[in-house]
């Protein structure tokens, strides 16, 4: 039995249980408001909605929260050891007291429920049910304003503040006019933020006042760490409050809204395996959640993706279309949730950060609706090593072999993980075959047409080696060599795994920075990360307050603090006679990053000047 895990939830009585399991150290889990408790709340949910509410729904939403929390605290082994196959797994057995144990109990249900999770998190389940005494109402765990406007809602979909997601509320609210429910996993304080303003920006383009969404929060989690990073169980969640919702509307049916590359979600190579492939919106997902809702509430249930046809590039396309372009600055996409900063909403080297960007560049959006600056890192010039330069190759490497691949036969061969797809598409499986396979040869073909010209015009500086080799365009052009090679236009130290722009390297591992030859080391130190900061955004000026955020991690950091670092940091720079680099604060509030000597320009930019590439395919 691998990583066993045993949980014991809320007054749980101990069972009877198999001889495996009694020697295992439980992990004890109780719903409150303490520290040390399993956090639930839920907003904008009236009394007269939760007074709606049949038994099993209050316990599908405590069930689905004792979930999430273990997955949380369950670690797989972290990005290094989650290589190793069954490091990967883990066990878990549940004591979960409940208000109806004998309808959880019901072989079908506890079935369902086992099976739907272990293909969700590649994890196994056993599940044992005791009765709940002097359970609490859902009461208990609203917060905020009551809804006043129950009666009107027509749909119920989930919203995560990402552009597929954006889509489907543009696509149900603004379109459509709909009242539609939007339903949100609230996590870290500064991504439901973001929704928050994503919402209040669609709010704004409501014609109707009647037809303004409900946004409908989840918070569920376990105090402020979370050691297993991949915390696939999350949709179940998602999904669990959002049948709640619906049921109270007396609804059949939740949607997620996303698009089908990312749904399906075939492994990019080898070593990305089981759970390490985000099954969250997985037609086999969706459809167990659906089976298990239905029998729970005794009636007829669906959840559906309405974008499982489409591609990023096709969901991107049609926000613009319908001319709504500009919302998609404020969403985010990027899964390091984490690392996210007011100036960097995307860390550029996931592979959400990859996919949104090509999509972004490839529909021709406006460069102020996805701003290059929002990107920590450059999806397509800056240099990548380890998993984020595994990740990369894989991508692009993915895109060409599937427009090699001859026919929908020769697919399904190659990617044998579509064969479980078939069965869960609503379609003849023939039929749904030759989809997935026109879905991924439209996703190749628009991922190696915005490469092909974004190559066309960097041309120049990519024969004369301007940019690392282990970049997304050196890789593009076959250029695949030692990521610690020095390019010829732009010097990078050796053994470096650093950032170049105009000339200057920021070296992230050895604390270094070069330019014209000549190196200074800073250390691991503020002065480090200013100028590292800075580097990110050179020629433009940064508050001091994204500054405090960014570099200090607390925007209450004093202006003499970071007055005080900055002529420490520009003494250094003289010490080491790096003339070439000037740190400017010649703008109130505001400093910024020159170097002497920038890399030649070029004409203009395919990547933030989008206006002149050539027309793509419709497809």
């Keep these: ?40 709340r839920i907003n904008q949910l009236s009394h007269e909605v939760c007074d709606r509410q049949p038994p099993a729904a209050v316990d599908l939403v405590e069930l689905a929260s004792y979930v999430f929390a273990a997955d949380q605290l369950t670690p797989r082994g972290g990005p290094r050891e989650v290589e190793y196959g069954e490091k990967f797994r883990r066990h878990f057995r549940f004591e979960v007291p409940v208000r109806e144990p004998s309808l959880w109990q019901q072989a079908e249900i506890k079935q369902g429920l086992t099976d739907t999770l272990s293909f969700l998190t590649d994890d196994d389940y056993e599940f044992h049910f005791t009765r709940l005494h002097h359970p609490p109402p859902l009461q208990t765990y609203l917060y905020g304003q009551d809804c006043t406007d129950d009666h009107s809602i027509e749909e119920v979909m989930l919203f995560s503040g990402g552009i597929d997601s954006l889509a489907g509320a543009v696509q149900e609210i603004l379109v459509g006019q709909r009242k539609v429910a939007l339903v949100s996993h609230r996590p870290v304080s500064k991504l439901y933020a973001r929704q928050c303003k994503v919402i209040q920006a669609i709010d704004g383009h409501v014609a109707v006042p009647r037809h303004r969404p409900l946004h409908v929060a989840v918070e569920a989690n376990k105090g402020p760490a979370s050691s297993d990073y991949t915390q696939r169980s999350r949709s179940f969640v998602f999904a669990a409050l959002a049948a709640v919702v619906a049921r109270a509307f007396a609804l059949d049916r939740i949607r997620f809204y996303e698009n089908g590359v990312v749904s399906l979600n075939f492994p990019l190579g080898p ?19 659906g089976q298990l809702f239905a029998r729970l509430f005794d009636t007829s249930f669906r959840v559906e993706n309405p974008f499982l046809w489409k ?38 080297r996931c592979s959400q950060c990859i996919d949104r960007r090509l999509a972004t560049v490839a529909a021709r959006l406006d460069p102020s609706d996805d701003p290059a600056g929002g990107y920590a890192s450059d999806v397509f010039r800056d240099p990548r090593s380890g998993t984020d330069l595994t990740l990369v190759e894989s991508y692009f490497r993915m895109a060409q072999k599937v427009e090699q691949l001859g026919d929908v036969g020769d697919f399904l061969a190659e990617y044998a993980e579509s064969a479980r797809v078939l069965r869960y598409c609503n379609m003849p499986s023939d039929e749904a075959a030759r989809k997935v396979h026109e879905l991924y040869r439209r996703h190749s073909s628009q991922v190696l047409e915005v490469m092909s010209e974004v190559v ?15 970049c997304l365009l050196s890789i593009a052009c076959g250029r695949r060599g030692d990521p610690t090679a020095r390019p010829t236009a732009t010097p990078t130290p050796a053994g470096a795994n650093g950032t170049t722009v105009a000339g200057l390297v920021v070296n992230v591992d050895t604390f270094t920075i070069s330019h014209e030859g000549v190196s200074c080391f800073l250390g691991n130190t503020n ?8 580097h990110q955004r050179i020629g433009t000026y940064v508050s001091v307050g994204d500054l405090a955020e960014d570099v200090w991690g607390d925007d209450q950091t004093t202006k003499g603090a970071i007055q005080t ?23 109130k509030g505001h400093y910024g990053l020159v170097v002497a000597e920038p890399a030649p320009p070029t004409t203009s930019d395919p990547i933030r000047d989008q206006s002149h590439l050539s027309k793509l395919s419709e497809n």
């Excluded at 070593?271 to 959640?289: D, I, K, Y």
């Excluded at 002065?527 to 800075?534: D, S």
């Design 456 to 470: 066309a015009h960097e041309r120049a500086a990519i024969v004369r080696h301007a940019y690392p080799p282990n």
């Design 271 to 289: 070593q990305v395996l089981g759970g390490r492939a985000s099954r969250t919106t997985h037609p086999q997902v969706l459809h167990g959640f």
């Design 311 to 348: 591609t990023k590039t096709d969901v991107v396309a049609g926000i613009r279309a319908a001319g709504y372009g500009p919302l998609i600055a404020r969403t985010s996409s990027c899964v390091h949730t984490q690392q996210q900063s007011k100036q960097h909403a995307h860390c550029g």
């Design 1 to 40: 039995m691998a990583n066993p895990r045993l949980v014991v939830c809320g007054p749980a009585r101990s069972s009877v249980r198999p001889k495996e399991w009694k020697a295992v150290e439980p992990l004890t889990l109780r719903i409150g408001s303490g520290r040390h408790d399993v956090h639930v």
């Design 565 to 587: 670092t900055v002529c420490n940091l520009r003494r250094r720079l003289r010490e080491h006679a790096l003339a070439g680099i000037m740190i400017d604060g010649s703008q």
């Design 527 to 534: 002065e480090f990360r200013l100028i590292r900061r800075l």
